[in-house]
């Protein structure tokens, strides 16, 4: 049975928040972060939301034991640039990684050379996936596990700080191998340390480990709603969403027609196994050697993923499922079990948590927030919640328009740029499922005409109405990581 300091144990009883107060004396220094690929925020099998048949049983165990942030967003649903902004603390236009292709800015610095300077020993071990398919060693890290680009589910080609090799197995086991036997280094020289695990897994196109491959073949599939092509799910949308249906990123036309939905939606769910049994084994393997007590786990999704929402598959558009995200967050002692978190959490908002925990300065200008005060219990969430969303056109993917978007409590406001079409008002609290415009709606005419006011004036002062211009390189890029 795992103890408590007197201390802890008087802070559980009296206290009225869900969580410990604000850094008791088990406070970990360790920090652990897991980051999957195109995991949805309910594909968990211990939310409300979840398909009855999904098995997680090692997130539904962060979660009963730690902490489930349910109100965690990130700020353009796309792998790049949300990747940027959890190492930067910054948005998009900020940072500048506004696409899958976009190089590294000259100059650009990444939070974990600020937990060094502290004297932190740092890895990476997993996707990075930006600067185009550039995979060598990044300032910042002791240890670097990567690989080019998207890379692939089996006998993936590494980057073992900075030395190419071919490893056989499956990705989502060797990554969690590479980051344990890292640990396990750690464990025996006792140095405060910083490990991020990237996942691949669980982006298209998704393979599922062979021992979990056809786990899910028999089960029925849980449509939503607003898949179907009726005139009463495209009332009022946006003429690009009901032609986006026949395109790639269309359940009627899914990868150019190679993709059966059902199929799709069936190997999506096999792929998390793996990464469920990942989080498992680095919770077993602190526990096993001491190390839990003092390290912070936090599990995030880079971005959401639509699996049928309004005839839409994949993520980049401002919708629930693209742009919230799982996160929970594990450290024994620390966070009291079963909490959960309300309080809005952002993917700019991981950078300065991480640094308040472990006391380290940066010079990076963050746009975000720390916010350990939601997992320690000392503050309550604000009243403004209200968050930019940011999503740049792709040359690679032109299906989704360049999007911006205001999301509050209540209210999201979605504007397009550069196409003559809708723009979107969804009042989240009566319709949570964003079937219905209220744009034109009299009656939210001064809703709308205020959120547009203050997203304009946001993106004016944030020297986010630059709109980039790209040239097309990701085919160059493509045939780079092919040759």
Request: aromatic fraction near 12%; glycine fraction near 8%; include cysteine.
């Amino acid at each position: 049975m795992r103890r408590y300091s007197l201390l802890t144990v008087l802070l559980m009883l009296i206290g009225s928040g869900t969580v410990l107060a604000r850094q008791p004396a088990s406070a970990p220094r360790n920090v652990v972060f897991i980051l999957s690929d195109d995991h949805r925020y309910d594909f968990m099998g211990f939310h409300e939301h979840a398909p009855d048949f999904l098995e997680t049983p090692n997130m539904d165990r962060m979660a009963a034991e730690g902490a489930h942030l349910k109100n965690a967003f990130v700020t353009t649903s796309l792998c790049s640039p949300s990747r940027a902004s959890i190492l930067t603390g910054q948005y998009a236009h900020r940072h500048g990684i506004v696409d899958n292709s976009s190089p590294i800015p000259p100059g650009t610095r990444f939070f974990p050379a600020d937990l060094q300077a502290a004297g932190y020993r740092t890895a990476f071990v997993g996707k990075w996936h930006m600067g185009e398919v550039d995979d060598s060693p990044q300032p910042g890290f002791d240890r670097w596990v990567s690989f080019r680009g998207q890379g692939v589910y089996v006998n993936p080609t590494l980057n073992i700080d900075g030395e190419r090799v071919r490893r056989e197995g499956y990705i989502t086991d060797l990554l969690t191998d590479y980051a344990l036997d890292w640990l396990g280094e750690r464990a025996s020289d006792g140095a405060p340390f910083f490990l991020y695990l990237s996942h691949k897994a669980v982006h298209a196109e998704f393979e599922p480990a062979d021992r979990h491959a056809g786990r899910y073949a028999d089960v029925a599939i849980p449509y939503p709603p607003t898949m179907a092509n009726t005139e009463s799910n495209y009332r009022n949308k946006p003429r690009w969403v009901r032609e986006q249906r026949y395109s790639w990123h269309g359940v009627d036309y899914a990868y150019h027609g190679q993709m059966d939905f059902d199929d799709f939606y069936r190997r999506y769910a096999e792929s998390l196994l793996a990464v469920d049994e990942s989080i498992g084994r680095v919770m077993d393997f602190l526990e096993a050697h001491g190390l839990a007590e003092n390290t912070l786990v936090v599990y995030m999704g880079d971005n959401g993923f639509l699996l049928g929402e309004h005839g839409l598959i994949d993520k980049r558009n401002a919708y629930e499922e693209s742009i919230r995200v799982p996160m929970l967050a594990w450290a024994p002692g620390f966070i009291r079990p079963g909490t959960v978190v309300d309080g809005l959490v952002r993917n700019i908002d991981v950078a300065p948590t991480i640094l308040e925990l472990t006391g380290a300065t940066s010079s990076i200008p963050m746009d975000g927030q720390s916010f350990l005060d939601l997992l320690t219990g000392a503050s309550a969430p604000g009243d403004d919640r209200e968050f930019l969303y940011e999503y740049y056109w792709e040359h690679a993917f032109p299906h989704t328009p360049t999007t911006f978007a205001l999301r509050g409590d209540r209210f999201k406001y979605i504007y397009y740029h550069g196409i003559w079409d809708l723009a979107e008002l969804y009042d989240l609290q009566a319709d949570p499922e964003e079937r219905h415009n209220l744009i034109d709606v009299p009656a939210f005419r001064e809703v709308a005409e205020q959120m547009r006011e203050r997203l304009f004036d946001r993106l004016e002062a944030a020297g986010a109405m630059y709109v980039p211009m790209r040239r097309g390189s990701w085919q160059a890029a493509e045939r780079k990581l092919h040759d």
